[in-house]
């Protein structure tokens, strides 16, 4: 099978000294989930930012959708990061003055992309899906933070990107809208999108996947 992601050998140094990652490996094919654990100050998010080409590594091969990763040019991947990957952060991201509807609708509005049909068909479904549907005409700053994440979420899949990234999506949840939450990842995750949802909450159930644990620079895989 082809992977979507291919990493292997990923080194990470912010200061040339002390590596946050090191000889890290991973692996993820198309539409599947992983679930990374660790603790805060681990590396979780750089790694999520070198997977998500916000950030390059210092060392190691990064294939994605089985193109090399150059590591000196990540800043010229702007393309393959508008379309074929949703970020999800702990910290919701919406803005806040802005109708739910408008939120979702930014990956194609803040670039003057054409409003097609089948974008507003994809807005209905996602909505109805992730259970924002009747939240659409509100304003984000008037949502609960479970209704939040879920309309970050929405945001992040109206391209329907080939991945979805997800970092600490529920650090400001309590448990109920955790599980909320979770169900909405799983609901995209069963469309054939790739999750890999990072957290340092192990409670976090996210069914049929591969969990890992980052600690000293690299994955372990758990059981
Ligand atoms: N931009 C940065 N510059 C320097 N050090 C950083 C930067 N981002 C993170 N770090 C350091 O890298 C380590 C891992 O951080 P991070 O990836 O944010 O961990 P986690 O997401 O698991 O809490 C920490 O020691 C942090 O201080
Ligand atoms: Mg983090």
């Known amino acids: 099978m ?3 992601i291919d990493i292997s050998g990923l080194g990470k140094s912010y200061d040339g000294k002390r590596f946050v990652l090191k000889e890290l490996s991973f692996r993820l094919g198309a539409g599947q989930t992983a679930v990374i654990y660790g603790e805060s100050g681990c590396g979780k998010s750089t790694l999520l930012n070198i997977i998500g080409l916000l950030d390059s590594a210092t060392e190691g091969e990064y294939l994605f959708c089985g ?3 150059n590591r000196r040019r990540v800043n010229s991947y702007s393309g393959i990061r508008a379309n074929d990957i949703g970020f999800v952060f702990q910290a919701y991201c919406l803005i806040e003055a802005l109708s739910v509807r408008d939120n979702v609708l930014m990956p194609y509005l803040y670039n003057g992309q054409r409003l097609t049909k089948e974008v507003y068909s994809e807005l209905d479904s996602l909505s109805e899906r992730l259970g924002i549907a009747s939240l659409l005409d509100k304003k984000a700053a008037l949502l609960s933070g479970g209704e939040k994440q879920r309309a970050a979420i929405a945001r992040a899949m109206i391209k329907k990107p080939a991945l979805l990234i997800a970092d600490e999506p529920t ?3 309590d448990e109920g809208n955790s599980r909320l939450v979770t169900e909405a990842f799983r609901s995209v995750a069963e469309e054939g999108t790739a999750l ?3 957290t340092h909450n192990r409670g976090l159930k996210f069914g049929d996947c ?3 644990r980052l600690s000293e620079g690299r994955l372990h895989r758990c059981e």
Do not use: T
């Open 2 to 4: 082809s992977e979507l």
């Open 67 to 69: 193109r090399r990763v």
């Open 171 to 173: 650090g400001n949840l």
């Open 196 to 198: 890999i949802v990072v």
């Open 210 to 212: 591969a969990s890992y």
